[in-house]
């Protein structure tokens, strides 16, 4: 690993592993720290239980708008799925599957 790339690495650790004691109010209010909350520019955060611990994850505005063009290109579309699929199923039928 190059210094750079080693320098870039530890950043992006530090970034994502801080950590902060919050205290929680009598309501349950908890303050999401002003570097998160920048960070991930968000009204709104789900709150997922997972038993032990809590995650705390932004909701943007608009879901469906921050997936467009997320899996362009991800793979085969489906008319190719289907071209494949039966070209195999012919192929299987020649050799008297």
């Known amino acids: 690993m190059t210094h750079i790339h080693g320098s870039i690495l530890r950043c992006m650790i530090e970034l994502v592993n ?3 004691v919050m205290k929680i109010s ?3 209010q ?3 720290p002003a570097p998160a909350r920048s960070r991930w520019n968000a ?4 709150v ?3 038993g032990d611990h809590v995650v705390l994850r932004p909701v943007h505005e608009e879901p469906a708008a921050e997936l467009a063009g997320k899996y362009a290109h991800a793979g085969p579309t489906s008319d190719e799925m ?3 699929s039966r070209a195999e199923d012919a192929s299987d039928d020649l050799r008297g599957r």
């Open 43 to 46: 009204e709104r955060v789900v």
């Open 48 to 50: 997922v239980d997972l």
């Open 30 to 32: 908890v303050s999401i």
């Open 26 to 28: 009598r309501n349950g």
């Open 82 to 84: 289907r071209r494949a």
């Open 18 to 20: 801080t950590t902060h």
